[in-house]
Nanobody, 115 residues
Framework: QVQLVESGGGLVQAGGSLRLSCAASGSVFMPNNMGWYRQAPGKQRELVATIISDGRTNYADSVKGRFTISRDNAKNMVYLQMSNLKPEDTAVYSC?????????WGQGTQVTVSS
């Protein structure tokens, strides 16, 4: 059974940084795509960033230049380095992976940015 486990969320002041990590386990196949989504209270889930197995990345306009996604294919892990955080970045951040054309989600980790 595929599992995605996130870590690294927390409370930070505006302008601060956090690094999220996500470990994928339970599959013999390497994830094709991995990434991060977020959902703020009262809002729909939105894409934050994705990364393909060859390293190509995609970012939401709202985080470009502030967030960096990376992955370690050997460890089936994906990371999100978040810098210059803003209060509007406050949300539950969920890890996502596409493995053999099926989508998997982590439980989510809370990121709260205080002003």
């Amino acid at each position: 059974q595929v599992q995605l486990v996130e870590s690294g969320g927390g409370l930070v002041q505006a302008g601060g940084s956090l690094r999220l990590s996500c470990a994928a386990s339970g599959s013999v196949f390497m994830p094709n795509n991995m990434g991060w989504y977020r959902q703020a209270p009262g809002k729909q889930r939105e894409l934050v960033a994705t990364i393909i197995s060859d390293g190509r990345t995609n970012y939401a306009d709202s985080v470009k230049g502030r967030f960096t996604i990376s992955r370690d294919n050997a460890k089936n892990m994906v990371y999100l380095q978040m810098s210059n955080l803003k209060p509007e970045d406050t949300a539950v951040y969920s890890c996502w992976a596409n493995i053999s054309w099926r989508n998997y989600w982590g439980q989510g980790t809370q990121v709260t940015v205080s002003s």
